[in-house]
């Protein structure tokens, strides 16, 4: 991808939900909410602490996250759909 998060931004892209429930129930498109989950796609360069030294991100390129509802600002960058957030958006990184 041709595109870098500037600071301690990452880029998001979520991850599709199940369309059925536990018991088997189809969901609507309609009513689905959007997930809040997704993959990190890229990640700034960190951001940079009281002293001027650039503190690294604790997330990395290829880590499945946890985010809130309203986080970050939507964009499509080369056609993929992305969440541009701040890494303190984030409140987990999802084991594997």
Not at 24 to 48: F, N, Y
């Amino acid at each position: 991808m041709g595109f870098k998060p500037l600071h301690d931004r990452i880029a998001v892209r979520r991850v599709e939900q199940n369309e059925k429930t536990a018991g088997g129930i189809i969901i609507p498109d309609t009513a689905q909410e959007k997930p809040s989950e997704g993959l990190v796609i890229s990640i700034g360069s960190g951001a940079r602490g009281k002293d001027g030294n650039i503190v690294p991100l604790e997330v990395k390129v290829g880590d499945k996250v946890l985010f809130g509802k309203w986080s970050g600002t939507e964009t499509t960058i080369q056609g993929d759909e992305l969440l541009i957030m701040q890494e303190s958006d984030v409140m987990g990184i999802i084991s594997k």
